[in-house]
């Protein structure tokens, strides 16, 4: 006689999803603990990153507009009103640096995803296919590095015009040369692993080799050089704005803030250069802190450090 199978409740899966869900956020506490412990200048750099994310992402919430201004209100020093005072024109400081927050974080992100990922995936085919191949690549890479990193940008983006997206393509093209010397260095020490000469002997075809068998053993170094590339990307990114070659004057970023005015009216409003300052190194900082902990625990002959 045939038994039925009985079917889980509506209410017995909800159950077990919510305690699905517990465990997950407890092995993430878990986690966040450890690495704690074991990297406390890592949490550090994390908490600031936290800290600039939660300000660039409810900005428009603890903010006034950047942008507006009252004459009536120019040169404020630090008071409950304005919390970090205003400049020449009465803008609100501290909804600039908020504001700037998201302009920083978006440019550092997206410059070294694309930067990186481009010159990985170009390290990885030059250390596969060797030969000419590697050598024009490589070339090409060497020829990019001998220019100086802020010259380049600028060259890019006079080139291009300014813009947060040419923002982008200018300190993502930097980045390129950089990913590609570690991910190919890596690339190099597996082509000839066993795995791989043995995907090769039964037919595997380039691209699985490259990206199902070589790939994964380069992601380590990969991410270590991306993470270390986020405070350099944020700095260019102030250097370009400082400059006038960045993004626009109608969007508040750090850098613009420490261009012309911050340097112009620094004896009458010092806040106009400090606060912004502070905001650039803090972030920075951060973002160092935070990739030595990543590389330490990413690298096996730091991981005991």
């Known amino acids: 006689m045939a038994t039925e199978q009985e079917t889980p409740s509506a209410g017995a899966l909800l159950g077990r999803r919510a305690?699905?869900?517990?465990?997950?956020?407890?092995?993430g506490l878990s986690t966040v603990k450890s690495f704690s412990k074991r990297k406390p200048l890592g949490a550090i750099g994390g908490f600031i990153i936290l800290i600039m994310v939660l300000l660039a992402v409810f900005a428009p919430v603890i903010a006034n507009d950047p942008m507006e201004w009252n004459l009536r209100d120019k040169f404020q020093s630090p008071n409950l009103e304005y919390w970090l005072g205003t400049n020449d024109v009465g803008q609100d400081l501290w909804a600039q640096i908020v504001y700037g927050a998201q302009i920083s974080l978006y440019v550092g992100i997206l410059s070294v995803?694309?930067?990186?990922?481009?010159?990985?995936?170009?390290?990885?085919?030059?250390?596969?296919?060797g030969g000419k191949t590697d050598v024009i690549i490589q070339r090409i890479m060497d020829a990019m590095m001998a220019i100086p990193t802020l010259v380049l940008a600028l060259a890019i983006m006079a080139a291009l015009g300014g813009s947060v997206n040419n923002v982008v393509i200018a300190i993502g093209a930097v980045q390129i040369p950089r990913a590609n010397r570690i991910v190919r260095s890596q690339a190099l020490a597996v082509r000839e692993s066993e795995f791989a000469l043995a995907a090769r002997s039964i037919g595997a075809t380039d691209m699985r080799?490259?990206?199902?068998?070589?790939?994964?053993?380069?992601?380590?170094?990969?991410?270590?050089?991306?993470?270390?590339?986020?405070?350099?990307?944020?700095?260019?990114?102030?250097?370009?704005?400082?400059?006038?070659?960045?993004?626009?004057?109608?969007?508040?970023?750090?850098?613009?803030?420490?261009?012309?005015?911050?340097?112009?009216?620094?004896?009458?409003?010092?806040?106009?250069?400090?606060?912004?300052?502070?905001?650039?190194?803090?972030?920075?900082?951060?973002?160092?802190?935070?990739?030595?902990?990543?590389?330490?625990?990413?690298?096996?002959?730091?991981?005991?450090?």
């Open 113 to 129: 995803a694309y930067g990186s990922g481009i010159g990985g995936i170009v390290g990885l085919v030059s250390a596969y296919y």
């Open 209 to 305: 080799i490259m990206f199902q068998h070589i790939m994964p053993q380069c992601v380590a170094p990969w991410l270590i050089i991306a993470t270390a590339a986020l405070g350099t990307a944020i700095i260019s990114e102030a250097s370009l704005s400082f400059l006038g070659m960045g993004v626009p004057p109608t969007t508040p970023t750090w850098g613009g803030m420490l261009s012309q005015r911050g340097r112009e009216y620094f004896v009458l409003a010092p806040q106009m250069a400090i606060f912004p300052g502070i905001a650039i190194s803090l972030a920075v900082y951060g973002f160092n802190l935070f990739g030595d902990a990543i590389r330490d625990v990413l690298d096996p002959r730091l991981r005991g450090s």
């Open 19 to 27: 305690r699905d869900e517990r465990s997950l956020v407890i092995r």
